[in-house]
């Protein structure tokens, strides 16, 4: 099988791309990535040096660029598409949102309009619990909860879930669509809480933490997601969404004291901060589905693969330092100061 993977440099785009080269030794990877800030080709420089020219290719390119994609599917031809591709982070949508309609939506559209008329024949869109909205103290998110956006991440990433169904429904183009709770692991770009904290702690500097740090969030290993996303696209129903969940729901301060556990850091660096503009407050996630048609469960328990990560970075600390830039340290430092706690 010849797979074409948008977004590879980033976070779990290269972790799927490790993991699915180890699946089959047939199958052929085509890594096709804008490289933004956060997609960098470090996170596969092992994959290129193993595999490049042989089951791994990379082609530098945007889902938004019709004819960049119309290209990439022409050279390669793939039998299918999985759509990693997205801006991510809700602090950012918050700030300017314009990206995340331009990749999320317009790309997600280009995308499949493209792979629609090349014949592609499954396409795997990538989504986010966050579509859902915020839960109760009690319950989960189904696959069959209505989509309630909070952000405007989190209602672009609905959009091209919409989108994807709709193509679905009206062209029988055999695309599905995977939604997962929050990851973590190795190589995942500082922005995002478990990475961003790490590297606080390490250089004792305040850890911010939003409100009374006790919004909840269901943490998956990275590993597990692609593992979740690999079962879709080898036995998932076209039209179908499926959940994907690390059954390991922590609150936010939880998940902070913990990290400064593993590094042997005072809890007197977590400063509270003003909390951000409609943060939810419960994510958990349902995968009973997944379980139950693709066999589906998370093998890492969060506190062993969390200490896991953090080692991770502490053992590699040249990756870490080679992508963070001072100026972009600056927006998340001064995004989280705006109260001036910190």
Not at 65 to 94: K, M, Q, T
Not at 311 to 319: A, C, G, R, S, T
Request: glycine share 8%.
């Amino acid at each position: 099988m010849r797979i074409l993977v948008t977004g590879g440099c980033g976070f779990i785009g290269s972790n799927f791309i490790r993991f699915a080269l180890n699946q089959n030794p047939s199958d052929v990877l085509i890594n096709f990535d804008k490289l933004t800030y956060a997609g960098n080709p470090a996170n596969l420089a092992d994959v290129e040096k193993a595999h490049s020219g042989d089951r791994y290719f990379f082609c530098r390119g945007d889902i938004a660029d019709r004819s960049e994609v119309l290209a990439v599917l022409e050279e390669y031809r793939p039998d299918a598409v999985i759509n990693f591709a997205a801006e991510s982070h809700v602090d950012r949508s918050i700030h300017n949102a314009m990206p995340f309609v331009t990749t999320n939506i317009v790309g997600t559209q280009t995308l499949l309009e493209a792979c629609l008329a090349a014949g592609v024949e499954r396409f795997v869109q990538i989504s986010t619990d966050e579509v859902y909205g915020s839960l109760g103290p009690t319950g989960k998110f189904s696959e069959q909860t209505p989509l309630d956006p909070r952000s405007p991440y989190s209602a672009s990433k609905a959009s091209a879930d919409f989108l994807t169904a709709a193509f679905y429904h009206t062209h029988a183009f055999p695309a599905l669509i995977t939604r997962c709770s929050n990851n973590y692991g190795p190589y995942q770009f500082p922005e995002k809480l478990i990475p961003f904290m790490f590297r606080q702690a390490a250089n004792n500097q305040p850890l911010p933490v939003y409100g009374d740090g006790l919004n909840v969030r269901d943490w998956i290993h990275v590993e597990d997601h692609c593992r979740g996303v690999w079962l879709a696209l080898t036995k998932g129903r076209p039209g179908a969404v499926y959940n994907f969940g690390g059954d390991a729901e922590r609150s936010n301060i939880e998940v902070v004291k913990r990290i400064l556990q593993i590094m042997d850091k005072p809890e007197t660096l977590i400063r509270y901060v003003k909390d951000r503009p409609g943060h939810d407050r419960r994510y958990a996630m349902d995968f009973s589905l997944a379980a139950r048609e693709l066999g589906f469960s998370p093998v890492h328990a969060f506190e062993s693969g969390l200490a896991e990560t953090i080692h991770w970075y502490q053992n590699n600390p040249e990756w870490l330092d080679s992508i963070v830039s001072g100026a972009y340290l600056e927006f998340i430092k001064q995004w989280y100061a705006k109260d001036q706690r910190l």
